[in-house]
Nanobody
Framework: QVQLVESGGGLVQSGGSLRLSCASS????????MGWYRQAPGKQRELVVS???????TYADSVKGRFTISRDVAANTVYLQMNSLKPEDTAVYYC?????????????????WGQGTQVTVSS
């Protein structure tokens, strides 16, 4: 069973920065895709950024130019650098990993989530 552990959340003033970390219990090379999602109170969970194993990184329009995802393969860790934070970025941020296991004719998708880390941006 894969475990994803987020850290780095906290309280920051508008315009400030935070860096979230997501440590995987297994090599992140094996995932088809990793990413960060967030869920604000009363709202649905939404994609923040997705980084596939081979392909282009996709950012939500609301965070483009402010957030940057990166990977440290040796440390099995994915980071989310968040700059120019706004009050509307306040949410619980979740790390996500996705993989497909099995032969082509019988692929089984697996999705994993971390426990979430709270990010609060004060105005």
């Amino acid at each position: 069973q894969v475990q994803l552990v987020e850290s780095g959340g906290g309280l920051v003033q508008s315009g400030g920065s935070l860096r979230l970390s997501c440590a995987s219990s297994r090599s992140i090379f094996r995932f088809n895709r990793m990413g960060w999602y967030r869920q604000a109170p009363g709202k649905q969970r939404e994609l923040v950024v997705s980084i596939p194993a081979g392909g282009s990184i996709t950012y939500a329009d609301s965070v483009k130019g402010r957030f940057t995802i990166s990977r440290d393969v040796a440390a099995n860790t994915v980071y989310l650098q968040m700059n120019s934070l706004k009050p509307e970025d306040t949410a619980v941020y979740y790390c996500n990993a996705y993989e497909e296991i099995g032969p082509v004719e019988r692929i089984v998708p697996h999705e994993y989530w971390g426990q979430g880390t709270q990010v609060t941006v004060s105005s």
